[in-house]
């Protein structure tokens, strides 16, 4: 299982570097998750896109609103950014999907630097 998640990242990180070699920084973060969804598509990687994710607190199910930039294949959460630079928040934010999910793997991709391997951050819980 965790070697399938390794190739599984591995594939999803080369979708994020074509999608940032053709377009580069400095796009919103909406234009990337488009462009990534097309290049997971073109790929063959099984995803949902913006996935609710509820929050369960003492027994009761909350409905909060959160979002899920990505679950690739039901095994990785893959959370954009075009941000300057990524601060304790956001790898946080990834964390705590992961805990509200079942996956066990997170990319957190910035899209936002010249090269695309210096904002990638992967966390495994």
Do not use: W
Not at 51 to 61: A, D, I, N, Q
Not at 85 to 111: D, M, W
């Amino acid at each position: 299982m965790v070697l399938h998640e390794e190739a599984l990242t591995r594939e999803i990180i080369g979708a994020a570097i074509e999608v940032h070699r053709e377009l580069g920084p400095g796009l919103l973060e909406s234009a990337y998750r488009s462009c990534l969804a097309r290049e997971l598509s073109l790929r063959g990687l099984p995803f949902e896109q913006e996935k609710p994710l509820p929050v369960e607190y003492k027994g009761v199910r909350l409905e909060c609103g959160y979002r899920l930039d990505f679950v690739v294949d039901g095994k990785v959460v893959v959370e954009l950014k075009a941000v300057d630079e990524i601060h304790p928040v956001h790898e946080a934010q990834l964390l705590t999907y992961l805990k509200l999910t079942s996956c066990r793997v997170g990319l957190l991709l910035n899209f936002s630097v010249p090269v695309l391997r210096d904002g990638i951050t992967r966390r495994v819980l």
